[in-house]
């Protein structure tokens, strides 16, 4: 009873968004009149949605790259050299999106940015690195839990022992045993770069705008095409949140059969 | 710490550089910026800030957004937690995909959900029509603090069930019929036993939740444009206009920071607090 | 191939933790058993010598060549851990056969030398599986051939045997001696198992708050402590402070027993040593008077316990507050015990021995 509730909210706006995207117009009536597929064909020919949906893939490609690129060394090299104090650090860093508003964090990037020293506020590089900071804590946080749920420095004491060098051992033994929190961290980096809004907008320049920062303009025009630009975001958030499923259902076996 | 772990702090440090650089130089330089930026009139504009009735109503609506839909997500959350804690394994899992689904939508879904859902030709706003409920109050409600609480509580009530759920499915509760055996009435034995086990999270949740919603922007501005009075929206305006004045937007950053910061250390305070009394129980 | 262990000291960065002045020396072929409760430095040694942490001071040599700085991971020297430590990842085959792909062996070859070694410890046919899915005690024997595999110079055990059953460890221990023997290699075995030491080992070393106590064959450690806590921590005692009163007697209290002082001098403060198995239950009282006869006690029994081939009693002796624990074959009633001078050890007084 409960959860059916519960579940009615979450539907009832997706299933609205939907039914919205294919309705032929939708003005004060309960239910939109006539099925159309031309609000899709409409996003389809706007140049700046084409442009913002490639821009949006490429930054949440690229944030996925570097925070991998960086958060994989840094949690293992501080679970390892702190032990139960890394725990206490990743839970600061969790908390570091929410004890700094992104309004905040994106007015600092408008002061800091506009010098003459750091000339990079509008440049697609620097919305990558403001995703890659508010995506790294979650990151850092599955992999620091990861690394001491499996006791990698047990296996790697036990690799040095059998003759194993740095590179091999972080090859051979910490790499494989990451890629499930790997790749879950990975589905969330992207899911929330894809759908990052608040500081996008208002660090972007009018060429590198990303797909939310586009869909924002689309709401104060026909339901049909604000519904239809809305739920193509949906439809990728969904694909974000299916890959996150499978990749937690194949981690748990992958855990129940160690 | 030993002492091989030492001899490889050289190595440690040069893996976690990158990443420590990063969050410096994209994380701390920004914030430091809008401090520093602060401090160059000398503190002044905290104190004009006080004279300011945008900032004390925007400042008002803030923290009632922020109680309202802190207490709403965890008076919602703990019951949704409570019955998955209580299904079968099969279909919790299908139930926790649907229920985490909104945590990685971008606010913007959610807000023009909302408005097809309680705008003002909205679905439920006209099916209320139907029933004498006059839209205008639909709308009003809707626009208001209390009504952007309800659309946050949209993803903000999955990552209370998400904190929850631990904590609901490990609960004992064979404590509840210890405590019915022992003479307790239903009531008696949830609050004398259930309750205290479940506070020290009902309260990280809270709090968590509160600061989300207490800085957060993006759902409000796509719902209801700059109408609304809350600190956000409020700064976002005084940036976005031009010719604006920096030390004002800087102090209600810095208002927005010291809030937020303070309910997530006292979220992560009681958290500490209770792992530590776990850990000496064990 | 022999190991030195020389004068090593070693403390825990800001802590009073670690090893101190630990001197060990290990032949060719040796089982080594190192015992002492937790936090007594057993640990700490092994990783000492298996080069995971570094000696303050002091050196290891392994066949005469100092290895004190050599890293971990050149010494090849195969560890099992407690934790067995096998990598979840790799199946068994594969993780016996890493030591022999990290020194660039051929993969067929090494596959082959992996095999045969799963062979020895019997789990040949378990190759292709994971060590998720396995009992602990195969694991632990997976962890044993990959340690050897690699025909490393010395085998180093952490506490192997902890995480076993009680019928697994010893079954376990067999094994154990049987391929270190077949293989010839020196080994050194750290547990905090007094009995599998005592079974294992051809010499034992106890150690506690970081230093070695005794060093001595299993009999010896057993027959002849040199302290208190040797005598407490190994096998079953009875262990009274007392004083020598002349060339045949040492008072302990609650009587005065007769026995052999060998170096003692009269007035000498000793720890007297009596195991249990040398408290003879008399089926008859020898005599009316207890007093007359020394080293006879009369008493009722405290407690009684049956343990299958043996049964452990406690006699409360009579007119004192003294309990003597026995041991004993005999089922009859026991209410008078008399202990052989001839077993009963004295010992220098106190817990340590002075240095």
């Known amino acids: 009873m409960v959860i059916g509730i519960y579940l009615l909210y979450i539907f009832l706006p997706i299933i609205l968004l939907i039914v919205g995207s294919f309705g032929e117009s939708w003005t004060n009536t309960l239910l939109p009149t006539g099925f159309s597929l031309r609000w899709y064909l409409d996003v389809w020919h706007d140049p700046s949605f084409r442009r913002a949906f490639l821009m949006s893939l490429y930054v949440a490609l690229g944030t996925s790259a570097i925070v991998t690129a960086l958060t994989v060394p840094l949690a293992y090299a501080l679970t390892r050299s702190m032990g139960r104090t890394a725990t206490l650090v990743a839970r600061l860093v969790a908390v570091m999106p929410i004890a700094a508003p992104p309004v905040v964090l994106g007015f600092g990037y408008i002061i800091i940015f506009s010098t003459d020293t750091f000339p990079w506020l509008g440049t697609t590089a620097l919305i990558v690195a403001a995703h890659v900071v508010t995506t790294l804590p979650y990151m850092f946080q599955t992999l620091v839990a990861d690394i001491r749920h499996l006791h990698l420095d047990r296996l790697e004491l036990a690799a040095e022992s059998l003759g194993a060098s740095f590179g091999q051992r972080f090859f051979h033994i910490v790499l494989p045993s990451l890629r499930h929190s790997i790749l879950a961290g990975l589905v969330v980096v992207s899911a929330i770069s894809i759908g990052e809004f608040q500081v996008t907008n208002l660090i972007a320049g009018f060429l590198n705008r990303t797909y939310p920062v586009v869909l924002l303009q689309a709401f104060y025009g026909a339901t049909g095409f604000a519904c239809a630009t809305t739920v193509i975001l949906l439809f990728l958030a969904a694909i974000g949140a299916g890959a996150g499923a499978l990749t937690a259902r194949a981690a748990a076996r992958a855990k129940e059969s160690v | 710490m030993s002492a091989s772990q030492n001899r490889k702090l050289p190595l440690f440090l040069l893996l976690a550089a990158p990443g420590f650089i990063t969050l410096a130089m994209f994380f701390v330089l920004p914030l430091g910026s809008v401090l520093g930026s602060l401090v160059q009139d000398g503190g002044q504009a905290l104190l004009r800030l006080w004279q300011d009735p945008l900032f004390l109503r925007g400042l008002q609506g803030s923290v009632m957004l922020a109680i309202t839909a802190g207490a709403l997500s965890v008076i919602v959350g703990l019951p949704v937690a409570f019955k998955l804690a209580r299904m079968k394994e099969s279909a919790r899992l299908l139930v926790m995909f649907c229920i985490s689904l909104p945590l990685t939508f971008s606010g913007l879904i959610v807000a023009y959900g909302f408005i097809l859902c309680f705008g003002r030709s909205g679905f439920i706003t006209l099916l209320l029509a139907e029933v004498g409920v006059s839209p205008e109050w639909v709308a009003g409600l809707v626009y208001s603090p209390v009504g952007l609480a309800l659309a946050y509580c949209y993803y903000l009530i999955p990552r209370v069930v998400l904190l929850l759920l631990p904590v609901v499915s490990n609960f004992d509760t064979r404590l509840l019929t210890a405590a019915t055996s022992l003479g307790a009435s239903r009531f008696a034995a949830l609050r004398d036993v259930l309750l205290p086990e479940m506070m020290p999270t009902l309260k990280v949740a809270f709090f968590l939740v509160a600061a989300v919603a207490f800085g957060a922007y993006g759902t409000a501005l796509a719902l209801v444009g700059s109408q609304v009075n809350i600190l956000p929206l409020l700064l976002y305006s005084r940036i976005s206009d031009t010719g604006s004045d920096f030390p004002q937007a800087a102090a209600i950053s810095l208002v927005l920071l010291g809030v937020c910061s303070l309910m997530m250390s006292v979220a992560e305070m009681s958290a500490l607090r209770h792992e530590h009394r776990k850990h000496a129980e064990n | 191939m022999s190991i030195d262990i020389e004068q090593c000291n070693f403390q825990y960065p800001g802590t009073g933790v670690g090893v101190f002045d630990v001197s060990i020396n290990a032949a060719q072929g040796e089982l080594i058993a190192v015992i002492g409760a937790s936090g007594s430095g057993k640990t700490t040694m092994l990783k000492l010598v298996a080069g995971f942490e570094q000696p303050d001071s002091g050196c290891i040599r392994v066949n005469g060549q100092d290895v004190t700085h050599v890293p971990a991971r050149e010494r090849n020297m195969g560890v099992v851990f407690q934790s067995y430590a096998l990598f979840p990842l790799m199946s068994c085959l594969d993780n016996v056969a890493y030591p022999l792909k990290i020194r660039g062996v051929?993969?067929?070859?090494?596959?082959?030398?992996?095999?045969?070694?799963?062979?020895?410890?019997?789990?040949?046919?378990?190759?292709?599986?994971?060590?998720?899915?396995?009992?602990?005690?195969?694991?632990?024997?997976?962890?044993?051939?990959?340690?050897?595999?690699?025909?490393?110079?010395?085998?180093?055990?952490?506490?192997?045997?902890?995480?076993?059953?009680?019928?697994?460890?010893?079954?376990?221990?067999?094994?154990?001696?049987?391929?270190?023997?077949?293989?010839?290699?020196?080994?050194?075995?750290?547990?905090?198992?007094?009995?599998?030491?005592?079974?294992?080992?051809?010499?034992?070393?106890?150690?506690?708050?970081?230093?070695?106590?005794?060093?001595?064959?299993?009999?010896?450690?057993?027959?002849?402590?040199?302290?208190?806590?040797?005598?407490?921590?190994?096998?079953?005692?009875?262990?009274?402070?007392?004083?020598?009163?002349?060339?045949?007697?040492?008072?302990?209290g609650f009587a005065t027993l007769a026995c052999e002082i060998g170096a003692y001098k009269e007035g000498a403060a000793v720890t007297v040593l009596v195991r249990p198995e040398h408290v003879q239950p008399l089926q008859e009282p020898a005599s009316a008077s207890p007093g007359l006869c020394p080293n006879t006690f009369r008493g009722p029994l405290a407690s009684d316990t049956f343990l299958g081939a043996l049964r452990r009693f406690e006699l409360a002796a009579e007119g004192t507050s003294a309990r003597i624990l026995g041991e004993t074959t005999a089922r009859t009633p026991v209410g008078c015990i008399h202990i052989d001078p001839h077993h009963v050890r004295l010992l220098p007084p106190g817990d340590i021995p002075l240095a």
């Open chain 3, 106 to 252: 051929s993969q067929a070859e090494r596959h082959k030398r992996a095999l045969a070694m799963l062979d020895r410890v019997g789990l040949g046919a378990f190759a292709r599986r994971f060590p998720g899915s396995m009992s602990g005690g195969q694991q632990q024997r997976v962890a044993l051939a990959r340690a050897l595999v690699f025909n490393p110079v010395v085998l180093l055990l952490d506490e192997p045997l902890s995480a076993l059953d009680a019928g697994l460890r010893v079954e376990m221990r067999s094994q154990i001696c049987e391929l270190q023997r077949e293989h010839g290699i020196t080994a050194l075995h750290v547990t905090h198992d007094q009995e599998e030491a005592l079974s294992m080992a051809t010499k034992i070393a106890l150690m506690h708050q970081g230093r070695i106590v005794q060093l001595a064959s299993p009999q010896e450690l057993y027959d002849n402590p040199n302290s208190r806590l040797v005598a407490a921590f190994v096998g079953q005692a009875n262990l009274w402070e007392g004083t020598v009163t002349s060339q045949s007697r040492v008072d302990v």
